[in-house]
């Protein structure tokens, strides 16, 4: 049976999303929020009282997924549902005071977490290193036939 080279492209890139992966699990947990909601807080930092439907397609994650995500964070008051003043079957999600400090220290744990992935690169470095990252992530869409509208 043939092993992959350590010294591979394919070793070393999961390597890199191994480490960062667990880095940023570990920082999240240091301020109480789940892997998964730092998207869904961002998304509604940006456009707060998106429906459930709106969240579900902007974030690319089943309606089901969304209402157990959502019960979560309700629970630990980040956000809260309304329903819609002009139409009753829509519910409305908007983030609390608490989704908003939490929100805040998510966008603190992205920075920290960027600094130490890329505190050694040049500015050329990371404009390529976007530029080949775009280019494969738009090789694994055309094959999923799945684009992420994160």
Known sequence: MECIDRDSLYHVFSQVIRLHYYRTHKLLEKIGVYPGQPPMLMALHIKD???????????????ATITMMLKRMEKFDLVERKVDSED????????????????????????????????????????????????????????????LDM
């Open 49 to 63: 009282g998106q429906s459930q439907k709106e969240l579900s397609d902007k974030l690319n994650i089943k309606p």
């Open 88 to 147: 009753q079957r829509v519910t409305r999600v908007y983030l609390t005071e608490q989704g908003k400090k939490l929100c805040k220290e998510a966008i603190q744990v992205i920075k920290i977490i960027n600094g130490e992935c890329f505190s050694n690169f040049t500015e050329e470095e990371k404009i390529l290193l976007r530029r080949l990252l775009m280019q494969m992530r738009d090789n694994l869409e055309e094959v999923c036939d799945k684009k």
